[in-house]
C-alpha cells in the first residue's frame, strides 16, 4: 500500500509532539488543612462530657432493667402491690392527721408570734447574703437566729403531735407499712441480682461511674499542668529585659 510521505511525516510529527494535549490533564490534588491538635486539657474536657453522657445512659438502661424486673416480680406476688397501696395511704393519713392536730395551735398567740418571729429571722438572712457589704459576724448571727428561731416553732410542734393519739396511731401505722414494703423490695433486690439483663446493664453503669471518676482526675491534672505551663510563660516574659525608655511589664 502506498502512503504519501509527507503526511507520514506529518502524523508522525503529530504524534510525537501534540499526543500529549489530547489526553486529560488530571485535577489538581486538592491540599486539605488538617485539623487543629487539641490541647490536652481540652481532650480531657471532653472525656469528662463523655463519660457523664455514658453514666447518664446508662442509668437509664439500669432503671429500666429494674423496673422490668419489679413488674414480673409483682405479677407472681400479688401482696407487693397491696403493700405499696398500703404505704401510699398510711403516707397521707399521717400528713392529713398531723394537719388537723396542728389547725388547733396556730390560733395560739405564742405560736403565732414564733412563725413571725422566724419569718422574720430568714427575710432577714436573705437581706444580709444578698447585700455583698455584710459581714460575716452579721451573716453568722443571723444564721443563729434562724436556728433558734426554727427551733422553738418545732418544739411547739412537736410537743401537739407527740401527745396526740391519732398522730401517734398514724405514725405506728406508717412504719409498720414501711417494714412491710422494704421487705418486698429486699425481694426484688434478690431478684435483680440473679437477672442476666439486670446485671449487664449493672455492670455498664458501674463501668462508667469508673470512667467519669478517671476523666474528672485527668481534668484535674491538666488543668493543673496548663495553670503551670501558663504562670511559667508569664514570668519567663517578665524576665526577658525590656527595651530602654518603655517602663517595665508586669
Given at each position: 500500500m502506498w502512503i504519501?510521505?509527507?503526511?507520514?511525516?506529518?502524523?508522525?510529527?503529530?504524534?510525537?509532539?501534540?499526543?500529549?494535549?489530547?489526553?486529560?490533564?488530571?485535577a489538581p490534588a486538592q491540599l486539605t488543612t488538617p485539623p487543629a491538635q487539641q490541647s490536652p486539657?481540652?481532650?480531657?474536657?471532653?472525656?469528662?462530657?463523655?463519660?457523664?453522657?455514658?453514666?447518664?445512659?446508662?442509668?437509664?438502661?439500669?432503671?429500666?432493667?429494674?423496673?422490668?424486673?419489679?413488674?414480673?416480680?409483682?405479677?407472681?406476688n400479688p401482696?407487693?402491690?397491696?403493700?405499696?397501696?398500703?404505704?401510699?395511704?398510711?403516707?397521707?393519713?399521717?400528713?392529713n392527721i398531723t394537719a388537723a392536730a396542728l389547725a388547733g395551735l396556730k390560733s395560739k398567740p405564742?405560736?403565732?408570734?414564733?412563725?413571725?418571729?422566724?419569718?422574720?429571722?430568714?427575710?432577714?438572712?436573705a437581706a444580709l447574703q444578698a447585700d455583698s457589704k455584710s459581714s460575716e459576724d452579721d451573716l453568722q448571727a443571723a444564721f443563729t437566729t434562724v436556728v433558734t428561731d426554727t427551733k422553738i416553732v418545732s418544739d411547739m410542734e412537736d410537743t401537739v403531735t407527740q401527745n396526740d393519739p391519732?398522730?401517734?396511731?398514724?405514725?405506728?401505722?406508717?412504719?409498720?407499712?414501711?417494714?412491710n414494703l422494704d421487705d418486698f423490695k429486699s425481694k426484688i433486690d434478690a431478684a435483680c441480682a440473679t437477672d442476666p439483663e439486670y446485671q449487664q446493664a449493672?455492670?455498664?453503669a458501674t463501668g462508667a461511674e469508673q470512667k467519669l471518676t478517671q476523666a474528672q482526675a485527668s481534668l484535674q491534672q491538666q488543668a493543673a499542668?496548663?495553670?503551670?505551663?501558663?504562670?511559667?510563660?508569664?514570668?519567663?516574659?517578665?524576665?526577658?529585659?525590656?527595651?530602654?525608655?518603655?517602663?517595665?511589664?508586669y
Open positions: 504519501n510521505t509527507g503526511s507520514k511525516w506529518l502524523l508522525s510529527a503529530f504524534l510525537s509532539a501534540g499526543v500529549t494535549a489530547a489526553l486529560p490533564l488530571a486539657l481540652t481532650q480531657a474536657r471532653k472525656q469528662v462530657t463523655d463519660a457523664r453522657v455514658e453514666v447518664s445512659q446508662t442509668k437509664v438502661a439500669l432503671e429500666r432493667a429494674r423496673v422490668r424486673v419489679e413488674a414480673n416480680f409483682g405479677k407472681t401482696g407487693y402491690a397491696v403493700a405499696q397501696k398500703a404505704y401510699e395511704k398510711a403516707l397521707a393519713d399521717v400528713k405564742e405560736y403565732v408570734d414564733a412563725l413571725k418571729a422566724k419569718q422574720a429571722a430568714k427575710d432577714k438572712q391519732k398522730v401517734v396511731d398514724a405514725k405506728q401505722r406508717l412504719t409498720d407499712a414501711k417494714a449493672y455492670q455498664a499542668a496548663a495553670a503551670a505551663a501558663a504562670a511559667a510563660a508569664a514570668r519567663a516574659k517578665a524576665s526577658q529585659p525590656q527595651p530602654s525608655g518603655q517602663p517595665p511589664r
